[in-house]
């Protein structure tokens, strides 16, 4: 662009368009108004300086004026921070919708009613489920020959079963570790069962004995020893010891030493069942130690449902041989069963099966060949086959799938789902019953991981009735506050997650134990631990830091439908824990990462739709009069979040409205944060007026956040409406409106969509994150230009606003391209630009714009860039040859 001077001043407006919508100083699009031409104004560069003292003054008050409306387009979120350091507005955004994910996977909150889910029972499978049951309770003893024959007919083997059972045959002694219900009860069982079949103890109805849970390796060492008077040679014995109950030692290398001696004496072998978990990690780690992995799901599916069809159908090799997994208290602990012997080919001796006729060797039915040549039996299977391409077709209904909602299956759950899709295959459980049992199984899952979680702390230790043990209290509560804290933080950092379980698992402790200080060993936690016990899985991400993403390890739970329902296990059914769990929402919301401050407000916001009572009394209201505006955006998020709840939206609406009429300063500004979300008022134009009500009251004390908030608005589909209110809002007679419409207007101009993007990011201006919103809407919305490119004249030709809105309009054209020369907002620009730069005065202020922005010391714009954007603002049609030649 040459460097020649700008024309003396505007031309006469070429028209003049009567605009009902603009402020009282503003001119009419194609005019001028006098005063509006100070000396410092694009437009009016050479008007005389006025020695008059009233023109002085005025042009003081103008500036005055001037400086009063920046005020009103700064961040209303940076209060905290400091304008150097804005609030990171796009990763709360993030955060919110990654929350909003995590619990609203298209179902509502399960629940089940406390007399049925103590001891269920679906098709033929019993799930007894009673946590009031000890695992103490478990008596010791021989396993029953059928139980046996049952694992031998139906257990599957999880990956290295092979060189599970070598280490045991080689060793006398394994420590096999795994998380509850993953089947290592039976894994183990199954083990002994094989080693012993063969063995000194072969024939036995007493070769394979439990023992007692109290007992401990230093007990079954005596009871190993006891020679003739003990238990048979070659025994196998199943020990699954207490380490989580407080008081209780785990064995050391020594004592495991010493049971593997006296096994090696009497030929026989031992399994000693562990949860992974710091009390156990060092067993796990010796010689002895072993992790035992589930088995696949598809497998364990399969086969169960196999053997409901053919049960059902009748045929003869199958009956009775359905497995007891399900239930978690009796000796399989979920065990999964399915036909090892014919899958590895390892066709035993007849007495292997218990039943004669039966035949091993052989094909998918396990029913062996003959007598099959009958018409019924083809007829019949026939039936069976069409009946298992249903069942897999079934299996993978996406329907079914997200019923269940959990990624992988453990042994009782795949009996649970198998026994459904039989049933409704076979007409005696319908499409509603289907999808509502499968919707159970993760409320199962949180119903096992709390229930009497902390009974052992009332429990007597061992060999004392008399004195309960206390110590150990934090390593007791730290698997269930990792289970919270990954349910309200799912998707966050896996350091963010730990985090918070640990300040959760101080509440929990100290709640339980108030005269106690609670303490936990500082290098006793194990990651891996964490996960496995929580069925969770650790991926790589990216997580938002100082307004930048960078790698990081995220962490999920194995399952959409855990977080919902490990909430609702822990707000309705353990009414004790709501107070140290409010106490730590509080906590998490002065949190300074949205990604952690925002999920814990969506989770509170579900939590309150669970009793809106005690939601509403102990966080929202709390918070919403917080001195912070941190807390407050925590209200005003858990507000509209439950607000997305049909049951709960009039009662939002309602305290949403009261706030706003009568509420104190903070109470106003919270009520503002949650219309922006757009749910918290029966329609757009309540919304409009509920938030020109906060901006204009206590002349306009609270306008930045309303202006903020009515931008939020405009990514709605009723975009229009707003445009029309904030062009009425221009032509109103009170100045608190027309400010409140200007400050919007700029506001749109400045903020990034990735700030408001509110909803789920499938939209095109998701396209566009950090695109600045008012071109973002130019380039996908071409119906809307005409009123923004007005809307935004307006404030450029409004005196107190004109600073800030050149600024805006700065701010717009250094976007058209990214430093490295890519095209960023070029699109946007090319489409507003012509509608907002269509006279010629607007032309003169964009020269005079461009031309600063060229001798702009710290940030010059080019030439070539500069002869860019104007060719993209005056199409050539309407440029004077001067023009032509000033700008290349």
Known sequence: MADEAVADGPAEPARVQPRDDRSPDAPARGGARKDDRSKDAPDGPDAPDSADDEGAEREKERERAADRFKELTRDPLADEEGEKEPTDLAAAARARRAGQKLLTSGRDFTSFDRSRIGHA???????????RRSRLTMRDGPVPEEELRRLRRAHIEPAGYVRLRRALESRRLLVLGGAPGTGRTSTALALLEEVTRNGEGAGSSERVRRAAPEEGVRTLVGEVSAGEGGHRRGTGYLLEPALDRPGTLPPDETDLDQLASALAARGSYAVVVVSVGSAANPLLAGRYGAICPPAPTRDLVAVRLRERLEEEHGDTGRHGGHSGGGDRDGALDGAPFTGRDEREGRTGDAGRTGDAGED????????????????????????????????????????????????????????????????????????EELLSGCRGLAAVQAYEWFAGVDRALAAPPPGDGRTPVRSGVAAL??????????????????????AAAHLLTWELSVQSDPDNTPARPLFCDDPESDLALSRARQVDGTVDVAGTEVKG?????????????????VWDRHFPVRLPVVRWLRLLADDPRPDVSMRAAVAAGELSVRDFEHGYGELVRPLAEAPTQRRRVFAAAALDQAAGHASHRKAVRKVVDDWSRYGSVPLRWTAAMALGYGRSADSTDETL??????????????????????????????????????????????????????????????IDVDDVLDEDPGTPLADRGDWPLLLALAATRPELIGRLADLFWTALNTARSQGVALDALEHMLRSATRRDGRAWTRPGLAALLPALIAEERDQRRLDWLLRRMMRDQDRPLSAGTARDLWRLAVPGRQRRPDEEESHG
């Open 121 to 131: 029972h679906v098709g033929d499978i019993n799930v007894t489920l009673d946590a």
């Open 553 to 569: 390890r995220l962490v999920y739970y194995r399952g959409a439908a855990l977080p919902a329902a490990v909430l609702a296990e």
């Open 689 to 750: 007026d509920t938030l020109a009500r906060i901006g204009i009251h206590d002349d306009g004390e609270l306008l930045a956040v309303a202006s903020l908030n009515v931008v939020r608005l405009l990514l709605l589909p009723e975009c229009p409406v707003v445009l029309g209110r904030l062009a009425d809002w221009t032509g109103h007679r009170g100045e608190e409106y027309q400010d409140l419409a200007l400050a919007t207007i700029v506001r749109l101009a400045l």
């Open 477 to 498: 509560f730290h698997p269930v506050a990792f289970r919270i804290a990954l349910a309200v933080l799912g998707g966050a950092s896996h350091s963010a997650v730990s």
């Open 360 to 431: 091993r060797g052989g094909g998918a039915g396990r029913t062996g060949g003959a007598g099959r040549n009958g018409d019924p039996r083809e007829d019949r299977g026939g039936a069976f086959s069409r009946l298992s391409a249903r069942a897999a077709e079934l299996q993978e209904d996406p329907e079914v799938t997200e019923a269940v909602g959990l990624d992988d299956l453990r042994p009782a759950e795949a009996e649970v789902f198998a026994s459904l899709l039989a049933g409704h295959l076979l007409g005696t459980v319908d499409r």
